[in-house]
T-cell receptor, first 113, second 118 residues
Framework: KAGVTQTPRYLIKTRGQQVTLSCSPI?????VSWYQQTPGQGLQFLFE???????NKGNFPGRFSGRQFSNSRSEMNVSTLELGDSALYLC????????????FGNGTRLTVT | AQTVTQSQPEMSVQEAETVTLSCTYD???????LFWYKQPPSRQMILVIR??????QNATENRFSVNFQKAAKSFSLKISDSQLGDTAMYFC???????????????FGRGTQLTVWP
């Protein structure tokens, strides 16, 4: 069974631009969550989706948004990029969310210049 | 709010030896899950072991085992017979158990970089 797939693996963007990251969960998994990883803040929860609905959201500004499609694939969008948005963005999927282990992808490394 | 603390930023161990990574957490929840994830240079977060808080028996997965002390809110990871491939960043994580909910948010510690040397 294929794992969680994140695309692209690397992105370089300029301050002020916007970016869209994609995540394809493990087949059969209906919950997708996103995390931001930086050296300074560690791993921080962005949001979680289940059945196309956002179920939980972390403490990030409105520039960070996401969505989930009917096939459980998810995208996250960051608008008006800032230098501090440079990070590794990790996507994880699970069968139902709670009580189910999260399986992570390899992440997308975003660099904002 | 839930917090997870890993007090050892770095550790090293010789191949074939045993090493223990520490983790403490703070929560007012009574039902929850605890995890150890490893993140090698490939960046992928890999689940190492999981513990349900309602189970008193410590979880084991081959060379990996935990010492779960619920009253002390401690959750340490023991790696036996360390191998070079165990070199990675290890994260301790907490998840609330919410009955009837689909919320699966993980709260992570800051990680412990483990280096296994020959």
């Amino acid at each position: 069974k294929a794992g969680v797939t994140q695309t692209p693996r690397y992105l370089i963007k300029t301050r002020g631009q916007q970016v869209t990251l994609s995540c394809s969960p493990i087949s059969g998994h209906r919950s997708v969550s996103w995390y931001q990883q930086t050296p300074g803040q560690g791993l921080q929860f962005l949001f979680e989706y289940f059945s196309e609905t956002q179920r939980n959201k972390g403490n990030f500004p409105g520039r960070f948004s996401g969505r989930q499609f009917s096939n459980s694939r998810s995208e996250m969008n960051v608008s008006t990029l800032e230098l501090g948005d440079s990070a590794l963005y990790l996507c994880a999927s699970s069968l139902t969310g709670t009580n189910s282990p999260l399986h992570f992808g390899n992440g997308t490394r975003l660099t904002v210049t | 709010a839930q917090t997870v603390t890993q007090s050892q930023p770095e550790m090293s161990v010789q191949e074939a030896e045993t090493v223990t990574l520490s983790c403490t957490y703070d929560t007012s929840e009574s039902n929850y899950y605890l995890f150890w994830y490893k993140q090698p240079p490939s960046r992928q977060m890999i689940l190492v072991i999981r513990q349900e808080a309602y189970k008193q028996q410590n979880a084991t997965e081959n060379r990996f085992s935990v010492n779960f002390q619920k009253a002390a809110k401690s959750f340490s990871l023991k790696i036996s017979d360390s191998q070079l491939g165990d070199t990675a960043m290890y994260f301790c994580a907490f998840m609330k158990h919410v009955r009837g909910s689909t919320l699966g948010r993980l709260y992570f510690g800051r990680g412990t970089q483990l280096t296994v040397w020959p």
